[in-house]
């Protein structure tokens, strides 16, 4: 049977953590397989973490803020259910969509919530950035990307723990891990979700943005790096032409101007071919730690505290193994 792990990343939320924890406690209740939830306290400066542990969350503590990618990579690494449910702790998701999630799971990589038009409750002043960034990456991956950042997503942990490396520590995590899905060959299905305004401010700030579209071009460059070096080429070559042509006309000679754009066609051309074939490499080493990481170990079933007297015999049964003596016979022998 198929385990959860739900995943809350916080950062200052105590205004609406209690509420998103309550309603995931409920809806655990119903899920089919064991499940457990962790929050990760991203140094919050409220009572963010003392709600979520009263909660009866499993908590995660980072001693100062190291952004909201880094609280998930901690998650994804904590975690001990086959499946990754990531949640935000301002309120904007209905933790009702979530067996909806679960239930694609099985048949997909990755599940992802699509909250339709503009990005669902996001502020006015983000949605002409975010239409501009969804639609460079729809170029650059090459199909249809209903939601490119939501949140709220269902995703194979072994899948998760791979992509970790590629993944930075800010906002552009949901961003990023889509993207690197996609160009992996992984299989994503978007479902519908239900979006409400967020309870408190928003950190997101524009500089995010830009950190975001820098970070679509890389992972394209290195996933599919001929998507964005052919184009360019294709451009300097036109730019050459143009003025090998305007300058015959004119004065009847060649253009050193046309012949170094020409020369830089080339190059990018070439250094597209370069990076293709390093690209190339690159696809088949995850291909292969891919069919290798069927293999891997199980995750440790979940069994987990539920209160302090579970919290205090699992920090007893850790003290235990600690400190027991290795049985393990030294078959090498003296030297």
């Known amino acids: 049977m198929s385990s959860t792990s739900i995943l809350v990343p916080a950062y200052n939320e105590a205004g609406a953590i209690g509420g998103v924890l309550a309603a995931i406690q409920a809806v655990r209740a119903r899920l089919d397989g064991p499940s457990e939830l962790i929050v990760i306290d991203d140094g919050s400066k409220d009572a963010t973490g003392q709600i979520a542990a009263q909660a009866g969350a499993r908590l995660i503590t980072h001693p100062y803020n190291r952004g909201k990618g880094a609280a998930l990579k901690t998650g994804i690494r904590a975690a001990r259910g086959d499946t990754v449910v990531v949640v935000d702790a301002d309120g904007q998701h209905d933790p009702e969509d979530i067996p909806r999630l679960l239930a694609h799971r099985p048949m997909y990589d990755m599940v992802m919530g699509d909250r339709g038009q503009g990005g669902g409750a996001s502020p006015l002043w983000r949605t002409p950035g975010k239409a501009i960034l969804g639609f460079i990456a729809n170029v650059l991956v090459g199909r249809q990307i209903p939601d490119l950042n939501c949140g709220l997503r269902a995703v194979d942990r072994r899948l998760a723990l791979r992509m970790l490396p590629l993944l930075p520590n800010g906002f552009s995590f949901e961003t990023t891990i889509t993207i690197a899905t996609l160009k992996d060959g992984q299989t994503v299905r978007w479902v519908p979700i239900r979006v409400r ?28 790096p001929l998507r964005v070096y052919l184009p360019v080429s294709l451009l300097a070559f036109a730019v050459g032409l143009w003025f090998m042509v305007e300058n015959y006309v004119l004065v009847q000679e060649a253009s050193v101007k046309a012949l170094l754009a020409m020369l830089a066609a080339a190059l990018f051309f070439l250094f597209g071919l370069l990076a293709d074939q390093v690209a190339a490499l690159r696809r088949g080493e995850v291909a292969y730690r891919h069919d290798e990481s069927r293999n891997w170990p199980a995750p440790e079933p979940l069994t987990f505290a539920t209160g302090p007297a579970d919290q205090d015999r699992l920090e007893g049964e850790e003290q235990t193994n600690t400190s027991a003596p290795d049985s393990r016979q030294n078959v090498a022998g003296p030297l």
């Open 197 to 224: 305004p967020r309870i408190g401010t928003s950190a997101v700030k524009i500089s995010d943005g830009l950190t975001m579209l820098m970070l679509i071009v890389r992972l394209v460059t290195l996933f599919a």
